[in-house]
């Protein structure tokens, strides 16, 4: 690769680098971020949000061009040059800004970006002040752009251990309110893994999680990968069938021991978290399965929510602040009124689907979302205040209690909430591979051929509608009985791009991707109190990034990664011509070898 | 469809054998069904609220306050119109929703938020209205049209031939990611824009007294669209955005730089939006993160209302919008009794929104045919 082209793409990812990590840095996350110990006091989440962009823009400054289908080898100086320019323009911009901000008048800046803080020049500056401070951040800019374009000189077999080594022990030191309780009550001393004190790693634990972890990778690849394939090919289906069942069988014991071992606020996350898998599964059947981009699935949530607390009985709160129950109610069971709840709402999903059935997708997305927004307004209204309580929403919803046993607290709701995933994802994997599911996929990668093969494309959507809100609806009741009332706060719009969000990160559908999905936008804000100030900053981050760099998710739908491998071999013609277009100084064939 | 029975040649088309629901599903237009009702229920409800409300006994609202609903409604829709442009123009040419152009007018009013801040404490706004008003645009629109361009960079360019329902995700995201960096980087509070004294009071025009305002807002709209319409049919980047938007590639084939005509038409919708940006800040006195998604989403719907892709569509349906938003919930539902009906102004900008797509997807100016694909 020539010189002049590297020494571009490099500068090019610097700028990159540098820009992202300013606005980190305005938008206050590395400060905040800052409190959160990672690796014993010398990482923190904030040290690493410092470290990523230089990091990433080294790696990104040396990515091998494809000429002609063919990676082109990468020159180890051209790599370093590369990495060190583009993670020292990282730092120099940053110091620039930081600079700046010093120069200008106290307090110009911070009037309008109101996170400058005196602390956060500390931070970046590694508390030396401006002058020797600014060296720094151009040197250390400069270090991590090495390394990270010297990562890409490692051979595979080297690379791989150390990246899965490294990404291991981050999991580890971001799950640390997870595993010490988790470890304690299983009778094991943590304090050797996991400081009490500073809560994250210890900097020997963090060693030994990358060590064993990088060494189970080396083991992996070298011996065990083979010996397993060795061992379960040769099966047949049905002992195979067995394997699997016992490994579903150690999940499933693992999830009901889970919340004993993790404690009730732990257990709450996973109930929250629960409730969210609940909505991204339906939604994943409407726009996964069917392809239907429903921006109004909030609707369903607060239909399942409001007719729960209806059917098994609430009240409200009047304007001079009296309980009174809502102007129709019912005091079923709550396992009488689910079965009626799912009815209802499919029927408003269907109500809500053939009118805009024959509408082209975004225009459908549009007017759905109009439709959740006309929930969401309609709920808070004083017009219907006698049946949802309006503003003030409803309180005092009957619990879903079995003989006296309650399921209010965060440990038996999260049981509720666990039986009501296991059944939605078992809903959804038979629709999957079932004739209706065939149906779905169908019309989803081409309408018009679908109807000419003969599929009712009418009422296969309508099914879609009317399955996703079935499913969706039940997050809304184990909302309404999770805590015995409904804020009517609780029904916006942010709700219905969160779960597609939840979708579109694991992988349109994938039910195991909407399962990581979850755990990713759900579960890890709700561990980490810091990230939940910038959860829908991430969220719509996220969507655009999974959106041009990864658009089949992060646990693909094994279908659609086969749809999108076909595509492969058209995108490398794509990738040739390209090159030859943009570089006419490169022969094609002569950056061929590799 | 006149008759539920089965007509006799089943044996031949082979569907003697299905089961009796599916033939009715055919022979019943529970779609058809659905809509009528839904016409007439519209229809008949139209009607009745507002002979109701007109003939109400007490509480009755005098043709002073119906002129005053009508002037704001214009002026407001003359908002959404500056915004309702840049939706059109870029469907007009990329056939995408851009869903993040409400950002695009969030962060020209913000950008200009911070000037007029400096402006009024050096008593510019006070001293010289009309400079300071043009200085507002000016930062405004610069900003609204950056964050357009890098929008359509960042977010959309690497997805031109995606999917089509792919870059309408992006630009959810976009719009997400936009509203919560203004959050993060400026504040979640709203911000109180500062007083501009030549605008406080009224202009009698035609007798009629009008907050001047509103005035301002509806007259810049106004000159803002003749602008527009000017740039697009005399202009030769005004030419090249109307061969663009007729055929991408045969437009390549002229000699017509497609990216450049397509970060310019993204660089026009955010320049109207800036202006709207200040408009909206001057009449309502306050800028805040959120401000630009319910906007957004009602400019998009006048857009889809007048027939999107259509410049005169999305101003008169925007003119539509802000009238009838700001009249027909008082209209429509004080009759019934309703309380607080402008509560429920949203929910009449939307069901607009549900109704013109289920009836006339086209649009007022469109061709009227459901479109589907």
Redesign the interface.
């Known amino acids: 690769m020539p010189g002049s082209q590297l020494t571009r793409q490099a500068v090019r990812a610097g700028l990159i680098g540098g820009a992202a990590l300013v606005y980190v840095a305005l938008t206050g996350m590395v400060e905040k971020f800052d409190s959160r110990n990672l690796i014993g006091s010398f990482l923190t989440l904030g040290n690493l949000l410092i470290a990523l962009p230089p990091l990433l823009s080294g790696y990104l400054a040396t990515r091998p061009r494809v000429v002609g289908g063919q990676r082109e080898a990468l020159a180890p100086r051209g790599a370093v040059t590369a990495g060190l320019l583009s993670g020292a323009i990282v730092g120099g911009v940053t110091a620039a800004g930081v600079a700046l901000v010093e120069l200008l008048p106290e307090g110009a800046v911070r009037r309008i970006f109101i996170q400058v803080s005196p602390e956060l020049l500390n931070i970046l500056t590694f508390g030396r002040g401006v002058p020797v401070g600014l060296v720094l951040l151009v040197l250390y800019g400069a270090v991590l752009g090495l390394l990270g374009g010297g990562f890409r000189l490692l051979p595979a077999r080297i690379a791989q251990p150390v990246g899965i080594g490294l990404a291991t022990t981050l999991t580890f030191a971001l799950l640390q309110r997870i595993f010490p309780p988790l470890l304690f009550e299983l009778g094991l001393d943590t304090r050797w893994l996991y400081s009490p004190i500073l809560l994250g790693l210890t900097i020997p634990g963090a060693l030994l999680v990358f060590a064993v972890s990088a060494g189970l990778t080396v083991l992996w690849s070298t011996r065990g990968s083979a010996a397993v394939h060795k061992r379960l090919d040769p099966l047949p289906p049905e002992r195979r069938r067995v394997v699997n069942a016992i490994i579903a069988l150690v999940i499933a014991a693992a999830l009901l021991v889970l919340p004993q071992l993790i404690g009730s606020t732990l257990s709450q996350v996973l109930g929250q978290v629960g409730v969210f898998l609940l909505m991204g599964l339906g939604l994943n059947i409407v726009v996964g399965y069917a392809g239907l981009l429903d921006l109004g699935y909030v609707a369903f949530f607060a239909t399942g929510a409001y007719l729960t607390a209806l059917f098994t009985g609430a009240n409200r709160v009047t304007s001079i602040g009296d309980l009174v129950a809502p102007a129709f109610v019912l005091h079923l069971n709550f396992y009488l009124a689910v079965p009626l709840v799912i009815a209802v709402t499919a029927m408003v999903g269907v109500l809500i689907g053939a009118p805009v059935l024959r509408l082209r997708g975004d225009y459908l997305a549009i007017v759905t979302l109009g439709f959740g927004e006309i929930a969401r307004v309609l709920v808070q209204s004083s017009w219907l205040q006698e049946f949802t309580g309006g503003p003030q929403g409803l309180r005092d919803v009957t619990d879903a209690a079995i003989g006296g046993f309650g399921f209010r607290d965060p440990q038996p709701f999260f049981y509720l909430v666990l039986v009501f995933c296991v059944l939605a994802i078992f809903v959804s994997l038979r629709l999957a591979n079932s004739r209706v599911g065939r149906a779905w996929s169908a019309m989803r990668e081409d309408e018009l051929a679908a109807e000419a093969m003969g599929v009712s494309t009418t009422k296969y959507k309508l099914l879609a509608f009317a399955m996703g809100a079935a499913v969706g609806c039940l997050s809304g009741t184990l909302f309404a009985v999770q805590i015995g009332s409904i804020a009517s706060g609780s029904f916006t719009i942010l709700v219905s791009i969160t779960v597609l969000a939840i979708v579109i990160l694991g992988g349109m559908g994938s039910i195991p991707g909407v399962v990581v999905g979850t755990l990713l936008l759900i579960g890890l804000p709700g561990l980490l109190d810091e990230f939940e100030e910038y959860r829908l900053l991430i969220y719509g981050a996220a969507l655009i990034m999974i959106m041009v760099l990864r658009p089949q998710g992060l646990v693909p739908n094994v279908r659609r990664m086969r749809e999108l491998q076909e595509e492969e071999t058209a995108q490398d013609q794509w990738l040739k011509q390209e090159e030859a277009e943009s570089a006419s100084a490169i022969t094609v064939g002569g950056g061929g070898a590799s | 469809m006149t008759t539920q029975t089965r007509p006799s040649g089943d044996e031949e088309t082979g569907t003697s054998s299905r089961p009796w629901t599916a033939v009715l599903?055919e022979r019943v237009p529970?779609?058809r069904i659905?809509?009528v009702a839904?016409g007439i229920f519209i229809t008949v409800g139209v009607v009745l609220g507002s002979f109701k409300t007109l003939t109400l006994q007490e509480g009755r609202i005098s043709a002073a306050g119906w002129r005053d609903f009508l002037i704001a409604g214009i002026a407001l829709g003359s908002i959404y119109a500056l915004i309702a442009l840049g939706y059109s123009l870029v469907y007009g040419i990329l056939l995408?929703?851009n869903f993040a152009h409400g950002e695009v007018f969030m962060m020209g009013a913000f950008a200009s938020f911070?000037v007029a801040e400096s402006l009024d404490s050096a008593g510019m706004l006070d001293r010289n209205p009309v400079l300071s008003i043009l200085i507002l645009l000016v930062t405004a629109t610069i900003a609204s049209m950056a964050v357009a361009v890098l929008l359509e960079r960042?977010?959309y360019r690497?997805?031109r031939n995606?999917p089509?329902?792919?870059?309408?995700?992006?630009a959810?995201?976009?719009?997400?990611?936009?509203?919560?960096?203004a959050?993060?980087?400026?504040?979640s509070n709203s911000k109180g824009y500062p007083d501009i004294a030549a605008l406080d009071g009224e202009w009698k025009i035609l007798g009629i007294p009008i907050a001047k305002v509103l005035v301002v807002t509806i007259v810049t709209a106004a000159v803002m669209m003749a602008a527009l319409t000017w740039f697009i049919t005399r202009t030769r980047t005004g030419k090249a955005m109307r061969a663009v938007a007729e055929d991408k590639e045969i437009a390549s084939l002229m000699g017509i730089n497609v990216n450049r005509v397509i970060v310019t038409t993204f660089a026009v919708g955010g320049f109207l939006a800036g202006v709207a940006g200040v408009m909206f800040a001057l009449v309502f006195g306050l800028v805040q993160y959120n401000m630009g998604?319910i906007p957004g989403?009602k400019a998009?719907?006048a857009a889809?209302l007048g027939g999107i892709g259509s410049v005169t569509g999305a101003a008169v349906g925007a003119l539509i919008l802000g009238v009838v938003e700001s009249v027909a919930p008082v209209l429509l539902?004080s009759g019934f009794h309703?309380?607080?009906p402008n509560?429920?102004r949203?929910?009449v900008a939307?069901?607009i929104?549900?109704l013109v797509?289920?009836f006339r997807?086209g649009g007022i100016f469109g061709s009227g045919e459901?479109?589907?694909?």
């Open positions: 599903a529970v779609r659905i809509l839904l995408m929703i911070y960042v977010a690497p997805l995606a089509r329902l792919v870059p309408l995700i992006t959810i995201g976009a719009s997400l990611f936009l509203q919560y960096s959050a993060s980087l400026f504040g998604f989403i998009f719907t889809v539902l309703v309380p607080a509560q429920l949203d929910v939307f069901s929104l549900v797509l289920i997807p459901p479109e589907r694909g």
